[in-house]
């Protein structure tokens, strides 16, 4: 049986659209390690598609960007619908937990990673990429003590993702107001801080529960 305590709490969760999406894909006998799957390939598009914009103008920088964007949320969906299948769809499986997490890991550094060739910092890319990772690690670190998973901020996965989105969106103005890669810049530096707080914030509470643990 799946562990109910250790799901991140999301509000979109309980709105009627992605419990009908949901159900729907339960229906048509798609798996949850399928969707899990399915969300490492959203994030490789939405990697290409912001690294090419490195090399590209206009019209295709803008397409590349949109598509860069959409497919960012794709993995987020991809997240959201692996669990309710799972869980509330009643398909989990005995590997589902790996499935739930490798992809995860996986497609934040190909998103961020890809960001940074976009942007002209591909070493900015990969630190950003690598704190995203460590916040999921204190996550589990804390879990695997036996305390309740800490899916706080900063710079938590649904954090980094509407960031990097939002970014690559208002790049695609970016050409009024500012030289190409900068806005993807000053988002991934706002990630890897706010991912190394994040981290921080997790470790300290951690271990502030293990001291009053005794």
Same mark, same amino acid.
């Given at each position: 049986?799946?562990?109910?305590?250790?799901?991140? &709490?999301?509000?979109?969760?309980?709105?009627?659209?992605?419990?009908?999406? *949901?159900?729907?894909?339960?229906?048509?006998?798609?798996?949850?390690? *399928?969707?899990?799957?399915?969300?490492?390939?959203?994030?490789?598009?939405?990697?290409?598609?912001?690294?090419?914009?490195?090399?590209? +103008?206009?019209?295709?920088?803008?397409?590349?960007?949109?598509?860069?964007?959409?497919?960012? +949320?794709?993995?987020?969906?991809?997240?959201?619908?692996?669990?309710?299948?799972?869980?509330?769809?009643?398909?989990?499986? &005995?590997?589902?937990?790996?499935?739930?997490?490798?992809?995860?890991?996986?497609?934040?550094?190909?998103?961020?990673?890809? *960001?940074?060739?976009?942007?002209?910092?591909?070493?900015?890319?990969?630190?950003?990429?690598?704190?995203?990772?460590?916040?999921?690690?204190?996550?589990?670190?804390?879990?695997?003590?036996?305390?309740?998973?800490?899916?706080?901020? &900063?710079?938590?996965?649904? +954090?980094?993702?509407a960031l990097?989105?939002?970014?690559?969106?208002?790049?695609?103005?970016?050409?009024?107001?500012?030289?190409?890669?900068?806005?993807?810049?000053?988002a991934l530096?706002?990630?890897?801080?706010?991912? *190394?707080?994040?981290?921080?914030?997790?470790?300290?509470?951690?271990?502030?529960?293990?001291?009053?643990?005794?």
């Open positions: 049986m799946a562990d109910l305590k250790n799901r991140r &709490p999301l509000g979109s969760r309980d709105t009627k659209w992605a419990v009908r999406c *949901a159900a729907a894909l339960a229906g048509r006998g798609v798996t949850p390690n *399928a969707i899990s799957q399915a969300s490492m390939i959203a994030a490789l598009v939405a990697a290409l598609a912001l690294a090419a914009t490195s090399w590209t +103008q206009g019209a295709a920088t803008v397409a590349l960007l949109i598509l860069g964007a959409l497919c960012c +949320q794709l993995r987020l969906l991809c997240n959201l619908f692996d669990g309710m299948v799972a869980i509330e769809g009643g398909r989990s499986a &005995p590997d589902g937990p790996l499935w739930n997490e490798l992809p995860d890991r996986v497609s934040d550094l190909l998103i961020l990673a890809g *960001a940074g060739v976009g942007a002209g910092h591909p070493a900015l890319g990969l630190a950003a990429g690598a704190l995203a990772v460590l916040t999921a690690y204190t996550r589990e670190l804390g879990a695997n003590t036996g305390l309740s998973p800490d899916f706080s901020g &900063p710079m938590a996965k649904p +954090q980094r993702m990097i989105t939002g970014a690559a969106l208002l790049a695609v103005f970016e050409p009024l107001f500012a030289a190409p890669g900068t806005v993807l810049t000053v530096w706002i990630i890897a801080i706010g991912a *190394a707080l994040t981290s921080l914030r997790r470790a300290a509470r951690i271990r502030a529960a293990l001291l009053a643990r005794g």
